[in-house]
């Protein structure tokens, strides 16, 4: 059992930064590959980033390329979602998620396949 909370969401103008973090509960925080989704008012939940159990690999979504850097801390049960060059378009509920996999290499991308959720962090962009 993996228990997530998310910090660091607030209101930030375009063109700014904020850095998420997620904060996992357990020993085994380092045995599973981590994601961030989103999710703005009537819209579905859509991938975000990903990153596998030790870092070395990495995923994002087209909207956000050049702009976001998903990292992890293992030794702080700690990930993290730096992001840049914020937009309008980025304003939503942020959450981090947690999938249990035997893959050490792999960025999982889908959603349906990550086990446990936060509880959400409100990221919200003013133009």
């Known amino acids: 059992q993996v228990q997530l909370v998310e910090s660091g969401g607030g209101l930030v103008q375009a063109g700014g930064s904020l850095r998420l973090s997620c904060l996992a509960s357990?020993?085994?925080?380092?045995?599973?590959?981590m994601g961030w989704f989103r999710q703005a008012p009537g819209k579905e939940r859509e991938f975000v980033a990903a990153?596998?159990?030790?870092?070395?690999?990495?995923d994002y979504a087209d909207s956000v390329k050049g702009r976001f850097t998903i990292s992890r801390d293992n030794a702080k049960n700690t990930l993290y979602l730096q992001m840049n060059s914020l937009k309008p378009e980025d304003t939503a509920v942020y959450y981090c998620?947690?999938?249990?996999?035997?893959?050490?290499?792999?960025?999982?991308?889908?959603?349906?396949?990550?086990?446990?959720w936060g509880q959400g962090t409100q990221v919200t962009v003013s133009s």
């Open positions: 998620a947690a999938c249990r996999t035997l893959d050490i290499a792999v960025a999982v991308t889908t959603l349906t396949r990550y086990d446990y």
């Open positions: 990153i596998s159990w030790i870092g070395g690999n990495t």
């Open positions: 357990g020993r085994t925080f380092s045995t599973y590959a």
